[in-house]
């Protein structure tokens, strides 16, 4: 991985970029829903402050997709990392009296969010030299984002008790700044040349997403990509309820929060490696491990819940992140190979879509249902729709994955 990142300098600069966005991200993360905890008393609006993370995101998509394929995704980068920067801000303003200010302004980070996430993993197969880089690529880069979680939420914590939440929310949007220095810095062209006349012509939302969607139905496996994500999130409303289980069952503040945050790093850090090292370049074993992942998860959320003491509730939210990473990183991976370039940040940004409503939807209701029967029993009955969705998942791709593993077998 060094070597990569030693020889390959465009890719080791969107590498720096993401790990310094990551930590502001977790940074923030932590004092927001400390914060509106304190604030607010109410799971339900700490659950919010999650869908605030992710439910922008599904709106913006439509138009983050068809932006990523057809504008210069660097110069995207730049723009938009300078406009989250100025929003992060808007979360000094939050107080007693001004607890819906943190949902604006989260919102519109989020919302940007869906432009940068799909430009930047758009961008990777062309960042890369070969094949084999891009399955590297992605190892590191899923690693990355769990490394930063575990490392930026526990050291978000301590920072955020130590010099105050401001202190974290200013770290944030300095973060910003920073990504998006690097980002200007990448030379190599970001995407493959099109037509000058598509570039000029108006964008259009609805059709050009219609366009991406129906190229996906027109591949099962493509398709399939698409909804392993989403297929994971029916019980990704549990991670709302983190900083609940800290705060409620084992009484902590935001130093347990962090460690809880930080936990479900460790382990979203290690499983994508571990899971790239197993598929390959493999898209059936691809298919494989993002079910058994999605499984996993919910079967180590729900075990981790019910533990009587604090690290062992953190140990199994390690194991269940294991999953999430690798399933996450996985279906990304499978997206980038098997999505033309001219499609790709609209099939990427189809999926952020579907993964980010459901996460959303899921949160919410996680939220309501702890504050009405209690947070350990709204994670069971979560954990248990998960591990259903995932069965029906892994039941389903069985004849794809044959067909994978043996491309001369007739399509059924």
Request: proline share 4%.
């Amino acid at each position: 991985m060094l070597k990569m990142l030693r020889s390959n300098a465009d890719l080791r600069r969107m590498f720096v970029a993401q790990v310094i966005s990551y930590m502001g991200d977790w940074f923030s993360f932590v004092a927001l829903v400390g914060l509106i905890k304190d604030l607010t008393d109410s799971n339900f609006l700490v659950s919010m402050v999650m869908v605030s993370f992710s439910l922008p995101s599904f709106f913006a998509s439509p138009i983050a997709g068809p932006m990523v394929d057809r504008f210069d995704r660097r110069r995207i980068l730049m723009i938009v990392s300078g406009v989250q920067a100025a929003a992060a801000l808007g979360l000094l303003l939050v107080g007693a009296d001004t607890v819906w200010l943190a949902f604006v302004f989260q919102s519109t980070v989020s919302a940007l969010a869906a432009v940068i996430g799909p430009a930047s993993q758009a961008a990777i197969p062309n960042v890369v030299r070969d094949p084999d880089e891009l399955s590297r690529a992605n190892a590191l880069l899923g690693s990355t984002w769990g490394v930063m979680l575990a490392v930026g939420a526990a050291i978000g914590g301590l920072f955020a008790a130590t010099f105050g939440r401001d202190a974290a929310f200013v770290a944030n949007a300095v973060s910003f700044v920073l990504s998006g220095f690097f980002f200007a810095r990448v030379r190599t062209p970001m995407q493959a040349p099109s037509d000058p006349a598509k570039r000029r012509s108006r964008l259009r939302p609805i059709a050009d997403m219609r366009e991406a969607l129906a190229h996906a139905r027109r591949d099962p496996v493509l398709m399939a990509l698409m909804l392993s994500k989403t297929t994971f999130a029916v019980g990704s409303g549990v991670v709302s309820q983190l900083a609940v289980l800290a705060s409620d069952v084992f009484k902590g503040g935001d130093g347990y929060r962090g460690v809880l945050i930080g936990a479900r790093g460790l382990g979203a850090g290690i499983g994508p490696a571990l899971a790239m090292k197993y598929t390959g370049r493999d898209l059936g074993r691809v298919l494989k491990v993002c079910g058994v992942s999605s499984l996993a998860f919910s079967l180590c959320y729900l075990t981790g819940a019910w533990m009587p003491v604090f690290g062992l509730a953190a140990f199994f939210i390690v194991l269940a992140h294991l999953g999430g990473g690798a399933q996450w990183t996985l279906s990304t991976f499978g997206l980038q190979m098997r999505a033309p370039d001219e499609m790709r940040g609209r099939i990427i940004a189809g999926d952020f879509a579907l993964v980010t409503l459901m996460m959303s939807v899921t949160s919410a209701l996680a939220g309501l249902l702890s504050d009405a029967i209690g947070v350990r029993e709204s994670i069971t009955v979560f954990t248990g729709a998960a591990a259903v969705a995932s069965f029906v998942y892994i039941t389903s791709t069985r004849h794809l994955r044959t067909r994978l593993l043996n491309p001369r077998s007739p399509a059924p």
